[in-house]
């Protein structure tokens, strides 16, 4: 009796796991999507929080906007227990179960903060109750990213890692222009009045039917074919590394993201701020910059993901650190000059933008290859974490009180371009065949 053929069997085992890894990519990066636009909302509100929640009657702006930063970084800080405590239980439980809690942590927190009295309704207790959602927003930030790109990368086919991992990064650029468009256009839309007196709180509101169509996605999840692998005929994950060999991992990690964090968010985020407060910009001109910046970023995501797959992530990631550590001060002081050319101002941010790209589009698949799949979640969410918690979660505490002591309008240019020269000492321990080996 014949065999039946088994090419048929063979194209329908491709592709189900082509729709496994397209479903992969979607429910991981619905939720940085999230994660980002309501980061950059916060960011580019920060005036607009500051006022309501951070200046009592008397306090100066300044003080205000040092204060809105203050519970930016506190949130990151959090952004470690986070990566921790759900990097544990995706190792331990999966990638599926413990992205499904995270988004609704985060979808809830958002949410809410569009609904929060202000200092003016409660008092004192207004600030200490947005500070609270920010915790648990970095708490559900914290747990995001690792198991998101442990889903990407763990599902991606072979030789896409860093294809599949620049996704990542590409919707957290999305996430940001997303945020900036939804606010340039209330400030379009509504009067200074309106935008005051409740239109910021729109942005924030409109995360819980985007928290809800993540929730749909992330449910319909599979459990990533690493970490079944993984898995004993027990049902228990085998035997862990060291910790002390996982704890140099994740400070080598944090050594070279630190770049990627410090100026994408002195770039991305923290620009709409400086320059009003230092620029004397206005609110509508400096959300325009702030997209410029982003569209730079979102374009070189992709392209240097897929350029890591073939040139190695450390030639990539090495190209976009030393660009910012170079020409962060030039491209910064032809921003400030009053007698450039917009258009040379815009080309400025864009270029800004793509260089950061450089470090995005690639990061998130170098991460996930240091580690071994019974501690990646854990691993490369920490190192993740620990970076954005120093160099972008205190990115705008820094710039903003250090301009203030200094007199010094250079001051995010020096930032950016210190924390990248140091990621490019770490960068250049990275091996260059990394990207050709397979996932441990």
């Known amino acids: 009796m014949l065999s039946p053929a088994p090419g048929p069997v063979r194209s329908s085992a491709a592709a189900a796991r082509r729709a ?3 479903r992969a990519l979607v429910g991981g990066c619905v939720g940085n999507f999230i994660e980002w636009y309501e980061f950059g909302v916060y960011g580019y509100l920060a005036t607009v929080i500051a006022a309501h929640f951070f200046t009592p009657e008397g306090g100066g702006e300044a003080e205000g906007l040092v204060r809105t930063y203050a519970s930016f970084a506190l949130a990151f800080f959090f952004r470690p227990v986070g ?11 999966g990638r599926r179960p413990t992205l499904v809690l995270v988004i609704c942590l985060m979808t809830g927190a958002t949410t809410l903060i569009g609904a929060l009295p202000t200092y003016a309704t409660i008092g004192a207790a207004a600030p200490w109750l947005l500070t609270l959602l920010r915790i648990v927003q970095g ?16 599902s991606a086919p072979p030789g896409r890692r860093g294809r ?13 222009l997303a945020g900036a468009g939804t606010t340039a256009l209330l400030a379009t839309v ?15 509101l409109l995360t819980l039917p985007l928290g809800l169509a993540a929730l749909w996605l992330r449910v319909r999840l599979d459990e990533t074919p690493a970490f079944a692998r ?25 050594g070279r993201v630190m770049g990627w964090s410090a100026a994408g968010y002195t770039f991305l985020v923290v620009l709409p701020s400086y320059l009003q407060n230092t620029l004397n910009a206005t609110f509508q ?26 040139l190695g992530r450390r030639t990539v990631m090495l190209a976009g650190a030393l660009l910012v550590a170079v020409l ?7 921003v400030q000059d009053a007698g450039a050319p917009v258009y040379a101002k815009g080309a400025a941010l864009f270029a800004a933008g793509a260089a950061v790209g450089l470090m995005a589009g690639p990061g998130p698949a170098m991460l996930s290859e240091m580690f071994p799949t019974t501690v990646r979640y854990t691993g490369l969410g920490l190192a993740y974490a620990l970076s954005n918690a120093v160099f972008s979660g205190c990115a705008g505490l820094i710039i903003t009180r250090a301009v203030v002591w200094t007199g010094d309008a250079d001051i995010p240019a020096y930032y950016a371009a210190g924390a990248c020269a140091v990621s490019v000492a770490a960068l250049l321990t990275l091996r260059g065949d990394d990207h050709e080996r397979t996932l441990r």
């Open 139 to 154: 708490l559900s930030a914290g747990g995001e990213f690792g198991g998101a790109v442990s889903v990407m990368t763990e």
């Open 285 to 310: 001109q400096a959300l325009v910059a702030t997209v410029l910046a982003n569209l730079g970023f979102a374009a070189t995501i992709l392209p240097a993901g897929a350029m890591s797959d073939r």
């Open 328 to 334: 962060a001060l030039p491209l910064l002081n032809l």
């Open 164 to 176: 599949y991992g620049a996704w990542q990064s590409f919707t957290v650029s999305l996430g940001l």
């Open 83 to 93: 990566a921790a405590v759900f990097g544990r239980l995706g190792d331990r439980i």
């Open 190 to 204: 509504l009067t200074p009045a309106e935008l005051n007196a409740w239109g910021w709180r729109v942005p924030f």
């Open 230 to 254: 993984a898995l004993s005929p027990a049902g228990a994950p085998p035997r862990r590394p060291a910790a002390g060999e996982t704890a140099r991992a994740i400070a080598l990690g944090a």
């Open 20 to 22: 496994g890894s397209r």
